[in-house]
């Protein structure tokens, strides 16, 4: 039984957004379109009819913001609230007397193991008997997921996809307030720059027993897209080809192009070595602990030991080999991914179909 | 006129045959099969160039196999796919072999071609009809794609990965690792149960089961959490994971059918959802069936 009074949970969380965990930026102006749709189910519930609303998105997205203008708008209707916090505290969501309700990563409720999804089908119940609004945000991949379990879109009928950045919409959050010419955009060759659209690689085989190495030729898809490219316009500024890189590695996710511009930007210049992101070789296992990762965001080694179960995988040593391959980081116990791995996390996921 | 020529030989090749001494009898076929290959206007090169053209035949489909399956490993998402066009590829490269053997090396008129169709008809009354009955099949196997590379079959009492389909029989590996060799008729002739038809996914069922009196509704519960969470599951709304209870006189069966992420984890799949199902069963005090003793009256009563 918890004290009475031990904390006063109606006041926390409304006014300064939460900290965001990857410490990145403010929200581009391009999810206005969003934001409108979040706006619209907040007055369409004041005159009576609630649509519960769902922002699903990639992490780094910066959905974060979204709730913060949607929790300025609720005003004293709104509480605002974390679903890591709500998992070790329910009754808040209890007791709280909002009749807005925005949570924060909600798809943190659950965890992917046997009895993990009890606190998640509790929350989806009050959503669904409560006469209160609820806006919550997810992990898309967790979304989906849940989606096929749980069926959440049934709670949730209003859903908003945060839609990828083109490199235009890039260029206009990054420079934002900086004058015209303020920065240099120096061209320098890539890391490991002498690629070439067709390339010869060895593969190492085992033939009857002995290991045979087979050269096979490699094509480079990236210098395939810049040579066209090059070939279409022949005098593209080094800017442009800054941002329209940064767009493709980046793809189109604002939080994770903020990252590689914090890494490229060399006040007042900014390199266009932008690095690729990296090749990931993971066994099964591994991959299976990476996808986890990628549908949370970011993890505490506790809750990846509960995931993990009783077996032989130490969560602890799948995490130090994630962050060995550059894909997460650990920071107190915390794993989180690594932006500008990102996309390979993704595409590598996908293949195993280990996320939908 | 070769096809002429062959008629007036024949019956002499017949008759040379049937001399007594075997030494003798040795060489007087050898003699009568090289005539009759003059007959036909093939001589030693020819035959040379015939064994030169299977050769590389079958050396290119080796090649061809290796590279598509090489692909399709590196390519994941379209291994199925890719492995599926081997045997098409095989079959247009002995065909293109066959086709230059009849056309350019024996150079061969309408009418030759009539009389080797004869022989060949000959032949497949006589004695290859078995073999042709399986290269037919494994055309229409090619054709009809009744299953594909990669697929778990179970057909003729086996059951395993289709490794192989060749032109006279397709190729299996057995869960414990044993190949299997299934004539390509047999293949085509016999109830053949294909358990992913193509896809990645496939349905695995599961059964566990539990004592009579243990909570039925939280071992479902538990055994569809055991499948959902696995990190071998696959989940869409044309996969979706199906829990059944059954009840017998002396336990209760409950059967979860779920689809795995890829048919070569199809065991470690039910392997990882059993054994996590049965932690938390007797975590929840869900007991397996206890094993019954029948006193001489009939009735049953759990063993000591």
């Known amino acids: 039984m918890e004290a009475k009074g031990a904390e006063t949970p109606f006041s926390v969380d409304l006014n300064p957004p939460p900290q965001r965990r990857d410490g990145l930026f403010h929200m581009p102006p391009f999810f206005e379109e969003e934001m409108k749709r979040v706006e619209e189910s907040i007055e369409d519930y004041r005159e009576g009819i609630r649509r519960n609303v769902a922002i699903i998105s990639d992490p780094f997205y910066g959905e974060a913001d979204l709730m913060a203008r949607a929790a300025s708008m609720a005003g004293s209707d709104g509480l605002r609230i974390d679903g890591r916090r709500l998992r070790h505290d329910f009754r808040i969501l209890e007791r709280a007397p909002q009749r807005i309700v925005m949570v924060d990563e909600a798809h943190r409720l659950s965890l992917r193991r046997i009895g993990g999804f009890d606190l998640m089908n509790r929350f989806l119940s009050f959503v669904t008997s409560e006469e209160r609004l609820f806006i919550t945000t997810w992990n898309s991949f967790s979304w989906r997921y849940l989606e096929e379990v749980l069926g959440l879109g049934r709670h949730f009928p209003r859903q908003i996809i945060l839609p990828r950045l083109d490199a235009g919409q890039i260029r206009e959050m990054l420079l934002a307030g900086r004058r015209e010419g303020e920065l240099t955009f120096v061209e320098e060759e890539a890391p490991g720059g002498d690629s070439k659209v067709l390339d010869w690689r060895v593969s190492r085989r085992v033939v009857m027993g002995h290991n045979i190495d087979l050269p096979y030729p490699s094509v480079d898809p990236e210098m395939i897209r810049s040579r066209l490219k090059r070939n279409r316009k022949e005098k593209e500024s080094a800017e442009d080809a800054f941002f329209e890189r940064l767009a493709r590695i980046s793809d189109g996710n604002p939080g994770v192009a903020e990252h590689l511009w914090k890494e490229a930007l060399d006040y007042p210049e900014v390199r266009s070595s932008l690095r690729d992101p990296p090749t990931i070789d993971l066994d099964f296992d591994e991959s299976f602990v990476l996808g986890v990762v990628l549908s949370s965001g970011s993890l505490e080694l506790d809750e990846l030991s509960e995931v993990l179960g009783p077996v032989d995988l130490s969560a602890e040593m799948m995490a130090a080999i994630l962050e060995g391959k550059g894909l997460v980081s650990i920071d107190g116990g915390t794993v989180t991914l690594k932006p500008e791995a990102l996309k390979s996390d993704i595409e590598h996921e996908r293949r195993l179909r280990l996320v939908w | 006129m070769m096809g002429e020529e062959m008629a007036a030989v024949a019956p002499e090749s017949s008759s040379n045959l049937s001399v007594s001494s075997p030494s003798e009898g040795v060489g007087e076929a050898s003699e009568a099969i090289s005539s009759a290959l003059q007959a036909f206007g093939i001589d030693s090169s020819t035959i040379v160039h015939v064994i030169l053209v299977l050769v590389l035949a079958y050396v290119a489909t080796r090649i061809v196999a290796f590279l598509l399956t090489w692909f399709s490993e590196r390519f994941h998402w379209l291994r199925l796919g890719i492995k599926m066009e081997i045997p098409?590829?095989?079959?247009?490269?002995?065909?293109?072999?066959?086709?230059?053997?009849?056309?350019?090396?024996?150079?061969?008129?309408?009418?030759?071609?009539?009389?080797?169709?004869?022989?060949?008809?000959?032949?497949?009354?006589?004695?290859?009809?078995?073999?042709?009955?399986?290269?037919?099949?494994?055309?229409?196997?090619?054709?009809?794609?009744?299953?594909?590379?990669?697929?778990?079959?179970?057909?003729?009492?086996?059951?395993?990965?289709?490794?192989d389909i060749g032109l006279r029989a397709t190729r299996l590996v057995s869960p414990d690792d044993s190949l299997i060799v299934v004539s390509n008729q047999r293949m085509i002739s016999q109830a053949l149960a294909n358990a992913n038809a193509g896809s990645l996914e496939m349905q695995v069922v599961i059964d566990l089961f539990i004592d009579s009196s243990s909570d039925a509704s939280r071992a479902m519960k538990i055994l569809r959490e055991a499948a959902v969470t696995s990190r071998y599951v696959y989940i869409s709304s044309k996969r979706p994971v199906t829990i059944l209870l059954k009840d017998r006189p002396f336990y209760r069966r409950v059967r979860a059918r779920v689809y795995v992420n890829d048919l070569r984890y199809e065991f470690e799949f039910e392997s990882d959802v059993t054994k996590r199902a049965w932690d938390a069963f007797l975590e929840a005090g869900i007991e397996p069936p206890k094993a019954m003793v029948m006193d001489p009256e009939g009735a049953a009563s759990p063993a000591a």
């Open chain 2, 88 to 163: 098409l590829a095989k079959l247009a490269i002995y065909g293109f072999a066959v086709y230059h053997i009849l056309g350019s090396v024996f150079q061969l008129s309408t009418n030759q071609l009539i009389a080797f169709s004869g022989l060949i008809g000959a032949a497949v009354g006589f004695g290859l009809k078995d073999l042709v009955a399986e290269v037919v099949g494994g055309i229409v196997i090619v054709l009809d794609k009744p299953y594909q590379i990669g697929d778990k079959v179970r057909v003729d009492g086996h059951y395993g990965e289709v490794t």
